[in-house]
């Protein structure tokens, strides 16, 4: 590996050791103590919490929607600048720096940590919504959800906008968010030696300065975002999964019941902790992909095949002709799905992308900059393309053609089990469906927690299991305590609020990464000529 650590900083430098930790002061201190207190004030509370998130959704995304859609653009024109640029012949970790995992392993860690529980949930859902508030006589009205000013009355057009808008907010703009964490995580430490935290990737501005209260900071702010915008995924998966065995087993759909499954799947995810990133993670999200794959295959056969296949491409032109559309911030009129819709997505993966990004940059040593950046941006947007093709497609298929309008008549959560229901082996493929979630939760719980605690043990990557299992533990507890103070608004309201601010470090960060290959390809020009 080439390094460069002329800073004089090793990682865990201010950590301190006491009951069996080695954690960093304060950054974990901090966070701990914060995320202690928010649990058990929100618990002693809830009416209030309740009345205090509902509130605070609308609000916050009023007032900084535009900063989120203009930082989305900047990320997807920073990647797409690094695949073209000079800086992409630069290796993670050094010239002769080998990958460390094959690219079937490296994909499917990278999808599973990305958004296995969110397409599970919005799958279906999200295209159906788009259409029918796009083909309603109401379209392009204040009180309409529609994208734009929708297609009221052409189901067709209603169609393509729904796809189009569906996948803009599961494409090229998360995916480019994940990807300016991770490579700049991946940079600083796999070329510069530095830490495997946040605040290595600000050394290119601040210099020493990350080692001081501002890096405090940065990495505190990396800990709530990550925490909160994980807790939102884990609340989706915990309403799903409870839907799913709801409608399959009747399980009862009640507080008890989606805190006693956060419980045992998060029981299940501490095993995982214990096992590690190889045994654990990766056999995981090894075992989600084959899964995913299985699942999204039956869809495709099953289905209406030729309309998916066809779907696929014709989507992808619908998205790209709307793209400029669905990506201006200035004179919207579409409120309710601008900030609805978009404004919290852009928080949410903003708040994922600590998260994300670093168990990205973990996985991707070897790597050269072009090849991370396109493989992250673009493998996984077009399989969620195809994702949602072939899950969302199939529901307005049902729908227009079929005339099938359970799959819009019931909540959000059991959508992906009413489309299922009207195609062959419905049990078998919604059970599939049910385990899906629970994997994905259980992968999203066990990295999130791996995440959480390289950033608060100072970069260390061979801290205490306990302290993973801390962090995995609160991970359920926000998720619970958010569900019962207010349900998927308390969740949304809970990422949006941590992945504003963060917005603005991610900004800074494309700066510094910028400025840090350009330092790199400097000295390797210079080191050329001697």
Same mark, same amino acid.
């Given at each position: 590996?080439?390094?460069?650590?002329?800073?004089?900083?090793?990682?865990?430098?201010?950590?301190?050791?006491?009951?069996?930790?080695?954690?960093? $002061?304060?950054?974990? &201190? /901090?966070?701990?103590? +914060?995320? %202690? @207190? =928010?649990? *058990?004030?929100?618990?002693?509370?809830?009416? #209030?919490?309740?009345?205090?998130?509902?509130?605070?959704?609308?609000?916050?995304?009023?007032?900084? $929607?535009?900063?989120? &859609? /203009?930082?989305?653009? +900047?990320? %997807? @024109? =920073?990647? *797409?600048?690094?695949?073209?640029?000079?800086? #992409?012949?630069?290796?993670?970790?050094?010239?002769?720096?080998?990958?460390?995992?094959?690219?079937?392993?490296?994909?499917?860690?990278?999808?599973?940590?990305?958004?296995?529980?969110?397409?599970?949930?919005?799958?279906?859902?999200?295209?159906?919504?788009?259409?029918?508030?796009?083909?309603?006589?109401?379209?392009?009205?204040?009180?309409?959800?529609?994208?734009?000013?929708?297609?009221?009355?052409?189901?067709?057009?209603?169609?393509?906008?729904?796809?189009?808008?569906?996948?803009?907010?599961?494409?090229?703009?998360?995916?480019?968010?994940?990807?300016?964490?991770?490579?700049?995580?991946?940079?600083?430490?796999?070329?510069?030696?530095?830490?495997?935290?946040?605040?290595?990737?600000?050394?290119?501005?601040?210099?020493?300065?990350?080692?001081?209260?501002?890096?405090?900071?940065?990495?505190?702010?990396?800990?709530?975002?990550?925490?909160?915008?994980?807790?939102?995924?884990?609340?989706?998966?915990?309403?799903?999964?409870?839907?799913?065995?709801?409608?399959?087993?009747?399980?009862?759909?009640?507080?008890?019941?989606?805190?006693?499954?956060?419980?045992?799947?998060?029981?299940?995810?501490?095993?995982?902790?214990?096992?590690?990133?190889?045994?654990?993670?990766?056999?995981?999200?090894?075992?989600?992909?084959?899964?995913?794959?299985?699942?999204?295959?039956?869809?495709?056969?099953?289905?209406?095949?030729?309309?998916?296949?066809?779907?696929?491409?014709?989507?992808?032109?619908?998205?790209?002709?709307?793209?400029?559309?669905?990506?201006?911030?200035?004179?919207?009129?579409?409120?309710?799905?601008?900030?609805?819709?978009?404004?919290?997505?852009?928080?949410?993966?903003?708040?994922?992308?600590?998260?994300?990004?670093?168990?990205?940059?973990?996985?991707?040593?070897?790597?050269?900059?072009?090849?991370?950046?396109?493989?992250?941006?673009?493998?996984?947007?077009?399989?969620?393309?195809?994702?949602?093709?072939?899950?969302?497609?199939?529901?307005?298929?049902?729908?227009?053609?079929?005339?099938?309008?359970?799959?819009?008549?019931?909540?959000?959560?059991?959508?992906?089990?009413?489309?299922?229901?009207?195609?062959?082996?419905?049990?078998?493929?919604?059970?599939?469906?049910?385990?899906?979630?629970?994997?994905?939760?259980?992968?999203?719980?066990?990295?999130?927690?791996?995440?959480?605690?390289?950033?608060?043990?100072?970069?260390?990557?061979?801290?205490?299991?306990?302290?993973?299992?801390?962090?995995?533990?609160?991970?359920?507890?926000?998720?619970?305590?958010?569900?019962?103070?207010?349900?998927?608004?308390?969740?949304?309201?809970?990422?949006?609020?941590?992945?504003?601010?963060?917005?603005?470090?991610?900004?800074?960060?494309?700066?510094?990464?910028?400025?840090?290959?350009?330092?790199?390809?400097?000295?390797?020009?210079?080191?050329?000529?001697?």
């Amino acid at each position: 590996m080439s390094v460069d650590n002329d800073t004089g900083y090793r990682a865990g430098q201010h950590n301190v050791k006491f009951l069996g930790l080695d954690v960093h $002061n304060p950054v974990f &201190i /901090i966070s701990a103590a +914060v995320i %202690v @207190l =928010f649990v *058990l004030a929100t618990s002693l509370a809830q009416e #209030g919490a309740t009345e205090f998130f509902g509130w605070l959704r609308p609000t916050v995304t009023e007032y900084f $929607n535009w900063l989120l &859609i /203009i930082a989305g653009n +900047v990320f %997807v @024109l =920073f990647c *797409l600048f690094l695949i073209v640029s000079p800086y #992409g012949k630069i290796r993670l970790g050094g010239a002769d720096a080998k990958p460390d995992y094959s690219y079937s392993g490296w994909f499917a860690m990278l999808f599973a940590a990305g958004m296995g529980i969110g397409l599970m949930f919005f799958g279906v859902s999200e295209p159906i919504s788009h259409y029918s508030s796009s083909v309603a006589d109401n379209a392009g009205t204040a009180e309409s959800w529609a994208p734009l000013a929708g297609a009221a009355g052409d189901q067709a057009e209603a169609m393509r906008l729904g796809m189009a808008a569906t996948i803009f907010h599961w494409g090229l703009h998360p995916w480019a968010i994940y990807a300016v964490v991770g490579l700049a995580l991946a940079f600083f430490c796999y070329n510069r030696g530095l830490p495997l935290t946040v605040r290595s990737a600000f050394y290119p501005i601040f210099g020493k300065a990350v080692w001081g209260p501002l890096g405090h900071l940065i990495d505190t702010l990396a800990v709530f975002a990550t925490l909160f915008g994980l807790a939102t995924s884990l609340g989706f998966g915990a309403e799903q999964a409870i839907a799913g065995l709801n409608h399959l087993f009747g399980v009862p759909v009640s507080a008890t019941s989606k805190v006693v499954l956060i419980a045992a799947i998060t029981a299940i995810a501490l095993v995982s902790v214990m096992a590690g990133l190889d045994a654990g993670v990766k056999r995981l999200s090894e075992i989600n992909m084959v899964l995913a794959a299985l699942l999204l295959l039956f869809v495709i056969i099953v289905g209406p095949t030729v309309a998916i296949l066809t779907g696929f491409f014709t989507n992808l032109v619908a998205y790209v002709e709307y793209l400029p559309a669905l990506s201006n911030f200035v004179g919207r009129d579409d409120t309710n799905f601008y900030n609805g819709w978009t404004a919290f997505y852009w928080a949410w993966w903003i708040s994922w992308s600590p998260f994300v990004g670093m168990f990205i940059a973990r996985v991707s040593k070897g790597r050269t900059v072009r090849e991370f950046v396109t493989c992250v941006l673009l493998v996984p947007s077009l399989a969620c393309v195809l994702w949602m093709t072939a899950f969302g497609g199939t529901a307005l298929s049902q729908i227009v053609n079929d005339g099938y309008t359970a799959v819009t008549e019931v909540d959000l959560p059991l959508k992906l089990f009413a489309m299922l229901e009207v195609l062959p082996l419905a049990a078998v493929s919604s059970f599939i469906g049910i385990v899906l979630v629970i994997v994905f939760f259980v992968t999203s719980s066990d990295s999130g927690s791996l995440v959480i605690d390289t950033i608060t043990a100072g970069g260390k990557l061979d801290a205490p299991v306990v302290q993973r299992i801390f962090w995995a533990v609160f991970e359920g507890l926000v998720a619970i305590v958010l569900l019962l103070a207010g349900g998927l608004a308390a969740l949304q309201a809970a990422a949006i609020t941590t992945g504003i601010p963060f917005a603005v470090v991610l900004l800074l960060m494309c700066f510094a990464l910028w400025k840090g290959l350009h330092q790199e390809r400097a000295k390797v020009g210079a080191l050329a000529q001697t």
